[in-house]
Structure formats: structure tokens, C-alpha cells
């Protein structure tokens, strides 16, 4: 059983299109995350749900869209896409309030054509 | 300035040795937690291994073990029995208990492994 997934694994669209990224876990989890990886593999926090409240909002363009309808889900729009865009987008998810691991899906790759 | 530096150009090493990844960071936080990933070439972040600030020993699981030295700051992965399978990315991350709800994963730039049969 996948602990963390996401959907889709590959995203390929054209600039100034909109897009979603869907991301579930089955792990009992409160707290999940969204990082984004760039092209020198730097990875970055964007935000951070915890029981579907925003809890991190990292300085990310206002075209990104977070959205948590229940504990186990958290989706990611991105409106009128960049081609500063293009990345690996992951979803992660963690217990709430201790500092035990954050498990990670296995990433969608964003390309913006 | 950075929390979670790793300096080691790519690193290559012989099937079947050990090998040492390099991760110094910096916090004021008392308590915070280190953290290292692996990401093969498929892209996927694996989870490896967790020291606590607090923790007295040094983690170890299977072939990996964590050198946390706390007064120097540095969380080196040390790898044993090198696997071709091990060559990869390998992420240090570090989380601070202070920030509390807000309390995220800073990840180092990574180090490229390379494992030589």
C-alpha cells in the first residue's frame, strides 16, 4: 500500500494553462506538506497543512493554490502557469507536533512547454 | 546563513566500502532533529535515517549509521558495504522543535554518490 501518493507523476502543459496536483496519504498523518524541487535539485518548503489549516505559507506566488478538504488529502492548483514553473513538486506528510520523519511521495514532474 | 550545509563535491566509491557523507548545521534551537534522504535516480525521496538532538547513541538502520557529533554540529551519514544500488542523491535535513506547528524541513544542496563495481 502507498503510504503517500501523488498524482500525476509527470505534468506536461503549455504557459498560462492551469493545473492540479492531487496528493493522499493513508498514514493517520496530521500534517502535510508541499516541497518543490528545482532544476539544481534544491528543495524547498511551499506550504504546510496541518488537521486542513494552513500552517506554512513560504513566499510562493499567490498563483499557487493549496487546498485541504480533509486531513488525508492535500491538493495543489497552480494557476496561469511560468515556465519558472517547471519542477519536481513533492507531497509529504508527518505526525503533528514531533519531529519524527517526514514521509514523502514520489514526486511530480512539472514541465512547461 | 545556511542551516544545513553539505560542501562534498561528488563522491565516489569502491563496491563493498564504507563511505562518509558530510552534513554540518547550524541552530540555536535546543531541540531539532536531523534527518537524511536518498534520492535514486527515479526520483523518489527515501527516508534513511533520524537522530534526535537528544538522542544519546548514534542511529544506526542496517547498513546505515548516523556520526552526530553535537558540539561539533555535524550529522555525517556513514554507509556501510557499498552497493552499487546506493549510488544516488543523499539529502541532510534538519527540523527545529522552537517553531513548533510551523516546524519544517530545511534540506542541505545534497550529495551525488557514486558507487564503482
Known amino acids: 500500500d502507498t503510504a503517500v501518493s501523488q498524482t500525476p507523476k509527470y505534468l506536461v502543459t503549455q504557459m498560462g494553462n492551469d493545473k492540479s496536483i492531487k496528493c493522499e496519504q493513508n498514514?493517520?498523518?496530521?500534517?502535510m506538506y508541499w516541497y518543490k524541487q528545482d532544476s539544481k535539485k534544491f528543495l524547498k518548503i511551499m506550504f504546510s497543512?496541518?488537521?486542513?489549516?494552513?500552517?506554512i505559507n513560504e513566499t510562493v506566488p499567490n498563483r499557487f493554490s493549496p487546498k485541504s478538504p480533509d486531513k488525508a488529502h492535500l491538493n495543489l492548483h497552480i494557476n496561469s502557469l511560468e515556465l519558472g514553473d517547471s519542477a519536481v513538486y513533492f507531497c509529504?506528510?508527518?505526525?503533528?507536533?514531533?519531529?519524527?520523519?517526514?514521509?514523502f511521495g514520489d514526486g511530480t514532474r512539472l514541465s512547461i512547454l | 546563513a545556511q542551516k544545513i550545509t553539505q560542501t562534498q563535491p561528488g563522491m565516489f566509491v569502491q563496491e563493498k566500502e564504507a563511505v562518509t557523507l558530510d552534513c554540518t548545521y547550524d541552530?540555536?534551537?535546543?531541540?531539532?532533529?536531523l534527518f537524511w534522504y536518498k534520492q535514486p535516480s527515479s526520483g523518489e525521496m527515501i527516508f534513511l535515517i533520524y537522530?534526535?538532538?537528544?538522542?544519546?547513541q548514534n542511529a544506526t538502520e542496517g547498513r546505515y549509521s548516523l556520526n552526530f557529533q553535537k558540539a561539533r554540529k555535524s550529522a555525517n551519514l556513514v554507509i556501510s558495504a557499498s552497493q552499487l544500488g546506493d549510488s544516488a542523491m543523499y539529502f541532510c535535513?534538519?527540523?527545529?522543535?522552537?517553531?513548533?506547528?510551523?516546524?519544517?524541513?530545511?534540506f542541505g544542496k545534497g550529495i551525488t554518490l557514486s558507487v564503482r563495481p
Open positions: 535535513a534538519m527540523r527545529e522543535a522552537l517553531t513548533g506547528a510551523n516546524s519544517k524541513l530545511t
Open positions: 541552530t540555536s534551537d535546543p531541540s531539532y532533529g
Open positions: 509529504a506528510s508527518s505526525p503533528q507536533g514531533d519531529l519524527r520523519p517526514q514521509h
Open positions: 497543512y496541518n488537521n486542513k489549516e494552513l500552517i
Open positions: 498514514l493517520g498523518h496530521d500534517t
Open positions: 537522530q534526535g538532538s537528544y538522542d544519546q
